[in-house]
């Protein structure tokens, strides 16, 4: 008996569970730090312009991420090889912001999700003619999947499309581009690459922000809720940054989706948005295509990096011997 108690607690002690099932875990940890951060950003959107939440999130993200990965020596965050690549890098990432936080002032969460997550999609669209990348006839179906999916969602007949549709739709192909970008800047360290990220989008913002009036200004509690959005980014991105360090980024990839799952229960319990029937279908074709897309590479080949930073270091691998870094990861885009 007492040799199966124990065994039983070194199971359900972190230290006993395997590399892959901590990182797996850590990752779903993420999801819900990201979907905790859309919700504070659906409440901040409905009573404030989304200049100002897109401005101030950008100023508490880059004042963590420089105070976390900066350390002693912060100086060492501008040295890039490719820099004109992380401006454009950090441009898209802006974007698809920006473009995220509108989505969340227009349309229920669930629907925002759904379509936010069609960004393995596109990659697979734009893999081809950018890289020179191979698609697999399982990936091409694993797309027509997930686009039929984006046509339940938006709808079919076009005198009744909804314009705000293509937000989330341009945050995707946006997010895509970004993960893109990021497959030429290997030779850059993890923190560079998000400090440079954060650099460019808080000018970005500060230029919107100065460009765009606004009638209104945020109360103390509001600017504290705006700085949590950030803090809750910065969380979640070091979570991911723990998970891909000990699980496959291939294997973690399609946990991503369970996004889809915490987005349509905060939007239905928290936020009281009705579960249509043709959001449910329509995000489970897109999932189910994502899913398809992300596990169609050939035996072998070393899977696509994820969007997230891994947080390699000199001298260290990523996970499948990648050395890639991105920002983004799996869940809004907080």
Not at 183 to 195: C, E, G, I, K, M
Not at 251 to 280: I, Q
């Amino acid at each position: 008996m007492r040799a199966v108690q124990a065994g039983l607690r070194r199971r359900l002690s972190p230290d006993g569970l395997s590399p892959a099932r901590q990182g797996a875990l850590i990752y779903i940890a993420s999801g819900l730090v990201f979907i905790c951060g859309d919700s504070v950003v659906k409440t901040l959107v409905g009573g404030l312009p989304v200049v100002d939440v897109v401005f101030g999130r950008h100023i508490s993200f880059l004042v963590a991420i420089t105070l976390v990965a900066g350390g002693r020596h912060p100086r060492r965050l501008f040295v890039s090889r490719h820099p004109w690549i992380q401006v454009l890098r950090g441009l898209a990432m802006f974007a698809a912001t920006a473009t995220f936080f509108v989505s969340l002032s227009l349309l229920p969460m669930a629907e925002v999700s759904a379509l936010g997550s069609t960004t393995p999609l596109i990659v697979l669209a734009l893999a081809g003619p950018a890289l020179g990348e191979k698609i697999t006839r399982v990936a091409v179906a694993g797309g027509v999947i997930g686009f039929v999916g984006v046509l339940v969602l938006v709808g079919l007949d076009p005198t009744r499309l909804d314009p705000a549709m293509a937000m989330p739709l341009l945050s995707a192909f946006s997010l895509a581009v970004f993960g893109l970008l990021t497959r030429y800047l290997r030779d850059d360290p993890a923190q560079v690459t998000t400090f440079w990220s954060g650099v460019v989008g808080m000018i970005a913002a500060a230029i919107l922000f100065a460009v765009v009036p606004t009638t209104t200004s945020p109360q103390p509690w509001q600017w504290g809720a705006i700085g949590l959005v950030g803090l809750t980014s910065v969380t979640g991105h070091s979570l991911l940054v723990a998970a891909y360090h000990r699980a496959r980024a291939s294997d973690m990839a399609p946990l991503g989706y369970l996004s889809l799952v915490w987005s349509f229960l905060v939007g239905t319990l928290v936020f009281g948005e009705a579960l249509a029937l043709r959001s449910v279908l329509g995000a489970a074709a897109i999932a189910a295509g994502g899913v398809i897309t992300l596990r169609s590479g050939p035996a072998g080949e070393v899977p696509t990096p994820a969007l997230v930073d891994y947080g390699v270091t000199d001298g260290e691998a990523a996970p499948d011997g990648d050395a890639g870094t991105a920002d983004d990861d799996g869940g809004g885009e907080g």
